[in-house]
């Protein structure tokens, strides 16, 4: 069975400090993988995905994440954050056929000025 | 619509009462889910349809849980005999196809509070 482990329910940072958030999965099939933002009050919305080719992937916001197979991770980082980037980030995997995702537990980014 | 809209965005209720969440995804999408968070459990998986059809239902924690979708639309999750423990934020994604390449869009969701 998949399943995605989030390593950190919270991470407190400074404002343009850089940021990492961790995320490991277990998987004995092909995955792709996600990394879902949400803002308070706010539904889940797609960060970034890696279906395949480059194991970089970007988002338009400066995040970034990077799949590593040989240490199953997909963590997030981002050089320098800012206020907004208060959230919580949740890292996805698909449990392939109709595409139902298994989520982590997510972590609580709080940046403070 | 733009994105997937749920309804009502808050429901407190009664323990033993039935409820009612309502779900309309983008216009187009075949494939809707449904998810719950709940602090302790984070985001779990429901169900799943295709089109009106249902293929896994195998996240509906209990008998008391049901959903079903009509016109290829608007779903509804029914909870009835509501318990406590069904107290979470319960989400709504709708994607193109359920092709694993296709983006999983989010409502807002549902927070229902069991009292």
């Known amino acids: 069975a998949q399943s995605v482990t989030q390593l950190d329910s919270q991470v407190p940072v400074f404002e343009e400090a850089p940021v990492e958030l961790r995320c490991n999965y277990s998987s004995s099939v092909s995955v792709y993988l996600f990394w879902y933002v949400q803002y308070p009050n706010q539904g889940l919305q797609l960060l970034l995905k890696?279906?395949?080719?480059?194991?970089l992937v970007e988002s338009i916001n400066g995040f970034e994440a990077e799949f590593n197979k040989s240490q199953t991770s997909f963590h997030l980082r981002k050089p320098s954050v800012h206020i907004s980037d208060t959230a919580e980030y949740f890292c996805a995997v698909n449990s392939g056929g109709y595409n139902k995702l298994i989520f982590g537990a997510g972590t609580r980014l709080a940046v403070h000025p | 619509g733009a994105g997937v809209s749920q309804s009502p965005s808050n429901k407190v209720t009664e323990k033993g009462k039935d409820v009612e969440l309502r779900c309309d995804p983008i216009?187009?999408?075949?494939?809707l889910y449904w998810y719950r968070q709940s602090l302790g459990q984070g985001l779990e998986f429901l169900i799943y349809?295709?089109?009106?059809?249902?293929?896994?239902k195998s996240g509906l924690p209990s008998d008391r849980f049901s959903a079903e979708r009509t016109g290829g639309s608007v779903s509804t999750l029914t909870i009835q005999r509501t318990q406590q423990e069904d107290s979470a934020v319960y989400l709504c994604?709708?994607?193109?196809?359920?092709?694993?390449?296709?983006?999983?869009?989010f409502g807002a969701g549902t927070r229902l509070s069991v009292l």
């Open positions: 216009s187009g999408h075949t494939a």
């Open positions: 349809f295709q089109g009106n059809s249902a293929p896994d």
């Open positions: 994604a709708s994607s193109l196809d359920p092709g694993v390449k296709n983006i999983q869009y």
């Open positions: 890696y279906l395949s080719g480059s194991t």
